[in-house]
């Protein structure tokens, strides 16, 4: 398969095979919950800028790496608004294994793609939730069309006088997603010869985040999704993947190395097992 790095709450693994990392997000109370949301994901080189290696806090060095404009749908729908701790494309490592993280991110840079934004997303969408709570409605897509229910009581007069409105992705074209954790978050979808109302509280296209409602790690991979399916490209699995024996094998070598737990190691091979 690749070589592995374990660092805090994640492994990143360098597969030569499909030119491609992997990244297996761990679950627990102190992984960010957009990475527990997120699980696993492949990132094909070609999707990436750069990466880098820098002295960190607390005896530790951090790999950073940067997607490419356009390559992937979830960076592209953040636009820069992840808190560092979130960023999926950064792990922290102890600097004893400094040696091994300087030659993982060599073999990486001699394979990164070429430089300037991406034609087409090359990293696939994240699973989105089958629906998404705002404080003043319910949201929904379901690949063709974006449903908003508004809230009785969280809704403007403006939103539950006009009603349910429902949006075909034909008749978008953007979607901007402004974090929760933020003052004024709120995902708004843009219309196709709609101007719209600048106050998302009033914006028929637009639903307000707040206290319990938007959280980062559902809400993105939410807009994630939309602006998949407005820009009409689909993810690509940009190459073939390991055969499953193959994967059970090295998940066997990285559980008898002490890089995965053993419910960890139980986990991943019983959802290869079924073909997941």
């Known amino acids: 398969m690749g070589d592995v790095l374990a660092g805090n709450h994640a492994i990143w693994e360098f597969d030569h095979t499909t030119n491609s990392v992997i990244i297996r997000f761990a679950r627990g109370m102190r992984t960010p919950r957009l990475w527990q949301a997120l699980g696993e994901r492949r990132i094909p080189l070609e999707a990436l800028s750069g990466v880098s290696l820098t002295v960190g806090r607390r005896d530790t060095v951090v790999l950073h790496a940067r997607a490419r404009d356009g390559a992937d749908p979830l960076m592209e729908a953040a636009a820069g608004q992840l808190r560092e701790a979130c960023d999926p494309y950064r792990l922290v490592l102890p600097r004893a294994g400094g040696d091994r993280a300087a030659a993982f991110v060599e073999a990486l840079r001699e394979r990164l793609g070429p430089p300037g934004p991406a034609e087409r997303f090359l990293v696939s969408v994240p699973e989105p939730p089958t629906g998404l709570k705002a404080s003043d409605a319910r949201l929904s897509f379901d690949g063709g069309a974006v449903t908003f229910r508004w809230s009785r009581t969280g809704a403007t007069s403006t939103k539950w006088k006009a009603g349910d409105q429902r949006y075909p992705v034909a008749d978008l074209t953007g979607v901007s997603w402004h974090s929760p954790e933020r003052p004024g978050g709120h995902l708004r979808l843009s219309v196709r010869n709609a101007a719209g109302d600048p106050r998302a509280d009033h914006d028929l296209a637009s639903a307000v985040f707040g206290v319990g409602h938007g959280s980062v790690h559902e809400s993105l991979p939410f807009a994630a999704a939309v602006l998949v399916g407005v820009r ?28 995965l737990t053993e419910s960890e190691y139980a986990a991943l091979r019983d959802r290869l097992a079924a073909g997941g």
């Open 232 to 259: 009409g490209r689909m993810p690509v699995a940009a190459v073939p993947g390991p055969r499953t024996a193959d994967r059970l094998q090295h998940l066997s070598e990285l559980h008898g190395v002490g890089l």
